[in-house]
């Protein structure tokens, strides 16, 4: 049972035996980063193409992927993103399938190395959608660091529609839900966001 096949919140918390617990913001306050002139050029284009379009392609390659790439940068390419990979935990408990975007703290692009701790999941327009799929990523992220020699205590997730970015947060079984919806633009604030999580210990 592939990753997408996690629908709802309530499948992927009976699956792996998870507490949630929906709330507010559990980040501490993020100094906010500059886009680089490339995104910020990049999303003065598509920003008003892919607000009127329906597709989650669009979206995706449109702002998330850029957005992405701009954290990689931000931190000197000492991290590494993935998009639409193969991420193939454990079959058996439905951890195998592709992550639409991840990120990692190693530099190598070429397989995915352990710690992965952002996962990215782009949805078309209704956010809800996503958590399910996005729990069920997060703990394979969690598993996978573990079998890898690097367990680190939080994994990240994220569900975005590009426009619109939702933040979630792994410890251990307890699953935290940031029930604020972050817009963008502006950038700088989710671009500060995904800086401090990419990096936070």
């Not at 980040?27 to 680089?36: D, F, G, I, K, N």
């Not at 996005?134 to 990240?156: D, H, L």
């Not at 700088?188 to 990096?199: A, C, E, F, K, R």
Request: aromatic share 8%; glycine share 6%; charged share 20%.
């Amino acid at each position: 049972m592939p990753y997408s096949q996690f629908k709802t919140i309530a499948q992927a918390k009976a699956a792996f035996k998870l507490t949630i617990i929906e709330g507010s913001r559990f980040l501490p306050p993020t100094p906010p980063v500059a886009p680089s002139q490339t995104l910020s050029d990049y999303l003065h284009e598509t920003l008003p193409i892919v607000a009127t379009s329906g597709s989650e392609k669009a979206r995706s390659e449109g702002i998330i992927y850029p957005v992405l790439l701009d954290v990689r940068r931000a931190l000197d390419r000492q991290v590494s993103l993935f998009s639409g990979e193969e991420f193939n935990v454990d079959e058996s408990v439905g951890l195998n399938g592709v992550c639409d975007f991840l990120l990692t703290r190693s530099p190598e692009v070429l397989e995915i190395e352990a710690p992965a701790v952002i996962i990215v999941e782009a949805k078309k327009t209704e956010l809800k959608l996503g958590f399910g799929q996005c729990i069920a990523e997060m703990v394979a992220a969690q598993r996978f660091n573990e079998v890898q020699g690097q367990p680190i205590s939080t994994i990240y997730g994220s569900i975005s529609n590009g426009n619109q970015w939702q933040f979630l947060k792994l410890e251990g079984l307890t699953l935290l839900i940031d029930l604020t919806v972050y817009p963008l633009p502006p950038v700088n604030s989710i671009l500060g966001d995904l800086v401090w999580m990419t990096q936070a210990h």
